[in-house]
């Protein structure tokens, strides 16, 4: 069973760090393209950010770049979402995502195979 867990929410300052994680487990974690979405409140979900574990490319949206870093950890089964110098735009709430699609642009496209539970950011002004 595919599972992907989150950590690492929480609420934040404007112009403030957090470090969200994703625990996979239930798949070969070196295969995949993993990522996080975001959906605020009346909003559309939106692809944030994603990582190929099997040759490292990224994709960042053009809203987070500079600011926000993926990275994998491959022999932890973990990808990590560090987002800094955070904006009240950035309150959503972000799911770890997996597709066994090897492109990044897939998930960067808006789909994926296996979704997390979620987990909140919220970035005060």
């Known amino acids: 069973e595919v599972q992907l867990v989150e950590s690492g929410g929480g609420l934040v300052q404007a112009g403030g760090s957090l470090r969200l994680s994703c625990a996979a487990s239930?798949?070969?974690?070196?295969?995949?393209?993993i990522g996080w979405f975001r959906q605020a409140p009346g909003k559309e979900r939106e692809a944030v950010s994603c990582?190929?574990?099997?040759?490292?490319?990224?994709y960042y949206a053009d809203s987070v770049k500079g600011r926000f870093t993926i990275s994998s950890d491959n022999a932890k089964n973990t990808v990590n979402l560090q987002m800094n110098t955070l904006k009240p735009e950035d309150t959503a709430t972000y799911y770890c995502?997996?597709?066994?699609?090897?492109?990044?642009?897939?998930?960067?496209?808006?789909?994926?195979?296996?979704w997390g539970q979620g987990t909140q950011v919220a970035v005060s002004s």
């Open positions: 239930g798949f070969s974690f070196d295969d995949y393209v």
């Open positions: 990582i190929s574990t099997r040759d490292g490319s990224t």
């Open positions: 995502a997996a597709t066994i699609d090897p492109s990044i642009v897939t998930m960067a496209s808006g789909r994926s195979d296996y």
